[in-house]
């Protein structure tokens, strides 16, 4: 019989459409909490709720970040979940073991200031086109690293500016883009992208040196490169994390922005209430009487 830690990741590839990436994230932990069980006698096939209790504990014992335990504790309910499924367990030992408060970090941003200096930053030659026209596209349409890298030419709607993006687990969304954006998009493809692909072919909108697609890893060179001079350092989801929580201060709709994020539980989207109190500012002066 198949390992059920192979069962599980077998599950999440065939039945979730999970990416190749979150597959090896999932493995990763899981060999974590296998190894852990090991060193105490245990076994993945029968682990119990103090096993899965100690193993937190330790991770945070050892210094791990808030995100990091959070992260392991939500493959275990991942995996939890789908062996009661298929009856490898009678109960479940993760049941109502809750995030602790204070587990999920709010997120840092840059201002609006600033963003628009590390928009003007890409300059001088060739590539430069490519890489405004990537972080124009982060930032005015909130879209993961993977997403970016993803995104086909097919794939913008430019008569009427949105994005078909394909997220997490192959699920589609439609994403607004604003002009400013399509125009930066326009002019990176007419008078960059044909010399990137040095007569090749390839249907994936941002090309790297060579013709290749862009990768995950030069993206972060690149946002590491423009955003040098910054206040805060930044990566390729911080300016998904300006992009929530600008629209949010701006007045944006918190279902709305959920479906633009293609966040499958408001609850991820609720994170974005408090990252400034800015938005309580705002609020305030156009609620209160007094204001």
């Excluded at 069980?37 to 193993?55: A, C, M, V």
């Excluded at 405004?132 to 086909?152: D, F, H, P, Q, T």
Aim: proline share 3%; glycine share 6%; with cysteine.
């Amino acid at each position: 019989m198949m390992d059920p830690v192979e069962r599980f990741l077998n599950y999440l590839t065939v039945e979730k459409g999970l990416s190749a990436n979150t597959i090896e994230a999932y493995r990763r932990d899981i060999q974590k909490f296998s190894t852990f069980l090991q060193e105490t006698g245990h076994h993945i096939r029968s682990f119990k709720r103090e096993d899965i209790l100690s193993f937190i504990s330790a991770l945070r014992d050892s210094g791990n970040q808030a995100t990091t335990v959070a992260r392991n504790l939500a493959t275990l309910r991942g995996l939890c979940k789908f062996m009661l499924m298929e009856g490898l367990l009678k109960e479940d030992p993760i049941e109502n073991l809750l995030t602790p408060k204070g587990w999920k970090r709010i997120p840092r941003i840059i201002g609006t200031d600033e963003v628009s200096t590390l928009l003007k930053k890409p300059e001088g030659n060739t590539l430069s086109l490519r890489d405004k026209a990537m972080l124009e596209i982060m930032y005015s349409s909130g879209l993961r690293a993977s997403e970016v890298i993803n995104l086909k030419t097919g794939d913008i709607n430019f008569e009427a500016g949105f994005l078909t993006i394909t997220g997490k687990g192959s699920k589609q969304r439609v994403v607004p883009v604003n002009e400013q954006t399509l125009s930066t998009i326009k002019n990176y493809m007419e008078k960059s992208r044909a010399v990137c692909l040095k007569q090749k072919v390839s249907n994936y909108l941002f090309i790297a040196r060579g013709g290749k697609p862009m990768t995950r890893q030069r993206l972060w060179q690149l946002i590491k490169k423009y955003s040098s001079e910054l206040s805060i350092t930044i990566s390729p989801h911080t300016l998904r994390h300006c992009f929530a929580s600008h629209l949010l201060d701006g007045g944006a709709d918190l279902r709305a922005l959920q479906k633009m994020l293609g966040h499958t539980d408001i609850s991820t989207t609720q994170i974005y209430t408090k990252v400034t109190p800015e938005r309580l500012r705002k609020i305030h002066k156009k609620h209160h009487p007094r204001s």
